[in-house]
């Protein structure tokens, strides 16, 4: 449920942006960050035996994820 409505508002946001001012390069950034930390919750929650490395990749995209927002609200 949370990953649909993350999804709508990632998808709400980036009309109204591109709408009103256009495309932002940060904020591209930011959102293909997003989806792919999206892709990767997705994927450990169907597959029973994620490994380590998973976890690894889900902390390290949540990571670069908060600096791509903090480098776009810049």
């Given amino acids: 449920m949370?990953?649909?409505?993350?999804?709508?508002?990632?998808a709400l946001r980036f009309i109204i942006q591109f709408m009103t001012h256009g495309l932002s390069i940060t904020g591209a950034v930011a959102a293909s960050i997003e989806v792919l930390q999206i892709?990767?919750?997705?994927?450990?929650?169907?597959?029973?035996?994620?490994g380590k490395y998973w976890l690894m990749a889900h902390r390290t995209i949540a990571v670069m994820l908060l600096i791509a927002i903090l480098i776009h609200i810049e």
């Fill in 2 to 10: 949370f990953d649909f409505l993350e999804d709508m508002f990632l």
């Fill in 39 to 50: 892709l990767l919750g997705i994927y450990g929650s169907k597959v029973k035996k994620k």
